[in-house]
């Protein structure tokens, strides 16, 4: 399995980026993949995911509105569309698969995947100058 993100970069306050996380080498049919990131000096955080089992999405509140989680499975890439960026979201950020069932993330009220991820990508740095 490997697990490729692009799309960082260096943007302004208020600018915007797309993330874009392209998978392959999958042999199982139910996962959901994950954006998290990781600030210097921070733990690693999950920022958004989606399931492959009925495209429900789960966005942490921290950037509910601005980011939006997607899919196209037809090329097997994940995307996060970033707006509004801030300062604070500069970090690393990592997409990361877990196999498994997942449905109705958008009904559950905490991260629902944990951070036992079953394969992670290797990062793209996202810095936002104030």
């Known amino acids: 399995v490997q697990l490729v993100e692009s799309g960082g970069g260096l943007v302004q306050a208020g600018g915007s980026l797309r993330l874009s996380c392209a998978a392959s080498?999958?042999?199982?049919?139910?996962?959901?993949i994950a954006w998290f990131r990781q600030a210097p000096g921070k733990e690693r955080e999950g920022v958004s995911c989606?399931?492959?089992?009925?495209?429900?999405?789960f966005t942490e509140d921290s950037v509910k509105g601005r980011f939006t989680i997607s899919s196209d499975n037809a090329d097997n890439t994940v995307y996060l569309q970033m707006n509004s960026l801030k300062p604070e979201d500069t970090a690393v950020y990592y997409c990361?698969?877990?196999?498994?069932?997942?449905?109705?993330?958008?009904?559950?009220?905490?991260?629902?995947?944990?951070?036992?991820?079953?394969?992670w990508g290797k990062g793209t740095l996202v810095t936002v100058s104030s």
């Open positions: 989606i399931s492959h089992n009925d495209g429900s999405t």
């Open positions: 080498g999958f042999t199982f049919d139910d996962y959901a």
């Open positions: 990361a698969v877990v196999r498994g069932n997942y449905y109705g993330l958008g009904y559950i009220w905490a991260w629902p995947l944990g951070y036992d991820m079953d394969y």
